[in-house]
């Protein structure tokens, strides 16, 4: 599928996870001979985050469709202005408008059971005091995080866990970029992480592609990685020069 047009694609991970969870899609994509990265999302902050991606889209020779799983929908929601990104998936994700935060977002709709089992950690801060991070409770992340994955793995993943500041949910968003770029979304319809309404909304407001996948986690690019790839390839062959 490679050529000069093909765009690159860049997946972007969400919070409690790391680019590893991606190592299925990006299987998938490499068998079809498109061309990725994963790069590690720092999850300090709307704006810092999504200043870091894009600048690694920016470094990019050629065209980038980016995508995003969880929080690292928000992050490809800003970081998609970029001028060489020509397309933005969301997979099990928050579609922010501009000006808006994670937090109004998500107050539209009833809390999923994530909030509750949210656990707070300090981190130190250069010439400012401690902020606050915050992860899943390792006993209560399998069922909020990856129902539909494989107990041994579940146990791995709850252990290695990256933290999301505290302060990313209240952040509001500088731009929108699906309000010029097309996008695609995944709703991943058995998520206990982020309620699918709030997936369902934000993806119909962008007009978006959408596909749900039925008895999906929040962790559906594990669990399932030839649905999302599947997703991804649409918007690269949609995007293709």
Do not use: C
């Not at 928050?94 to 009833?110: A, K, M, N, T, W």
Request: proline share 7%; net charge negative.
């Amino acid at each position: 599928m490679t050529d000069s047009t093909t765009p690159t694609v860049v997946l972007v991970h969400g919070a409690f996870a790391d680019a590893a969870s991606w190592s299925g899609v990006i299987a998938e994509l490499q068998e079809h001979g498109v061309p990725v990265v994963a790069p590690p999302n720092p999850l300090r902050g709307l704006a810092s985050d999504a200043a870091y991606i894009a600048s690694v889209a920016a470094q990019i020779d050629g065209p980038v469709v980016l995508a995003g799983h969880s929080y690292g929908g928000a992050i490809i929601t800003v970081a998609g202005a970029t001028a060489n990104v020509v397309g933005l998936v969301y997979v099990a994700a928050y579609v922010l408008d501009d000006g808006e935060s994670l937090g109004e977002l998500q107050g539209r709709f009833p809390e999923s059971p994530l909030g509750a089992n949210l656990r707070q950690s300090a981190y130190p801060v250069e010439g400012a005091g401690p902020a606050v991070e915050v992860t899943i409770a390792p006993e209560a992340f399998p069922e909020i995080f990856a129902a539909d994955v494989p107990a041994e793995v579940t146990k791995v993943l709850a252990v290695a866990q990256r933290p999301l500041a505290a302060g990313a949910f209240t952040e509001t968003a500088a731009t929108a970029a699906w309000k010029t770029k097309p996008s695609w979304a995944l709703v991943a319809a058995a998520d206990q992480a982020i309620n699918p309404e709030v997936q369902r909304f934000g993806a119909e407001r962008a007009g978006a592609t959408v596909v749900e996948v039925e008895g999906a986690s929040h962790a559906v690019a594990v669990s399932r990685p030839k649905d999302v790839a599947g997703l991804i390839l649409e918007a690269v062959r949609a995007t293709s020069a």
